[in-house]
């Protein structure tokens, strides 16, 4: 079983049914170390590219491009949280930077009303 760690951003599967325009996307994964190392699943942020967005907003963390190996002005929707398994993670692409992860992490206070 691989281990991934929370700040990973990775390519993963989008579907298997062929209606997707594009087979893959981006995530990032948000999941404590705990989870990640002992189960076959992972929770992730999806992460888009951002055509329109400059900025952070509530539930959307910008990262710009040059912060990663993506190279590209990305959005993370941590709207979206999902669980997926970890045979759907294709590889994995870069880290990443610590602010971003602390942006997520207050987003997902935002989001889901959780006090820190």
Do not use: W
């Amino acid at each position: 079983m691989s281990s991934y760690n929370c700040g990973d951003i990775v390519s993963v599967k989008l579907t298997d049914n062929g209606v997707e325009e594009k087979s893959f996307g981006y995530a990032v994964i948000i999941s404590a170390e705990v989870i990640n190392k002992n189960l076959q699943t992972v929770i992730v942020c999806p992460m888009i590219e951002a055509k329109t967005v400059s900025e952070s907003r509530i539930g959307a963390t910008f990262v710009p491009k040059g912060e990663t190996d993506l190279n590209l002005n990305c959005v993370i929707l941590s709207l979206q949280i999902k669980t997926i398994s970890k045979k759907r993670i294709q590889k994995r692409i870069s880290v990443l930077p610590t602010n971003y992860i602390h942006q997520i992490k207050e987003s997902l206070q935002t989001v889901l009303d959780i006090d820190s």
